[in-house]
């Protein structure tokens, strides 16, 4: 069984910065596809970033892609996401998730519907104008 912890959330003001950690009993050596999640309150769950535990490859969502940077310490099993000139629109609650294998386009497009085999139990951002 995986277990994801977050941390790192709060409370910042447009065009602030925060990093989000998560550490996860994951083994250095096994594949997943590691991602960031969120949702905003009566929305969906939306997916953010992911990131490959044995590749550096990153992909991104549309909506974050050149403001938020996914990177990991497979040393420590700690996925981290790095979000730059926050928006507003960013307040959600951040979930880790972490999926068995590769970042496949399968992969990736069951992340496009929310779904992911393991979650975190989540971390609160809150963007002020």
């Known amino acids: 069984q995986v277990q994801l912890v977050e941390s790192g959330g709060g409370s910042v003001q447009a ?10 009993s994951i ?4 594949p997943y596809c590691r ?3 969120r ?10 970033a992911a990131i490959y535990t044995g590749g550096s490859r990153a992909y991104y969502a549309d909506s974050v892609n050149g403001r ?6 497979n040393a420590k099993s700690t996925l981290y996401l790095q979000m730059n ?7 959600a609650m ?8 590769g970042c496949s386009s399968a992969t990736l497009f069951k992340f496009g ?13 809150t963007v002020s104008s």
């Open 15 to 24: 065009g602030g910065s925060l990093r989000l950690s998560c550490a996860a």
């Open 94 to 101: 951040y979930y880790c998730a972490a999926d068995p294998g």
């Open 113 to 125: 519907r929310g779904e992911s085999e393991y979650w975190g139990q989540g971390t609160q951002v």
């Open 27 to 30: 083994s250095i050596y096994s």
């Open 39 to 48: 949702q905003a309150p009566g929305k969906g769950r939306e997916w953010v």
């Open 68 to 73: 938020f940077t996914i990177s990991q310490d």
């Open 35 to 37: 991602a960031w999640f």
């Open 85 to 91: 000139n926050l928006k507003p629109e960013d307040t």
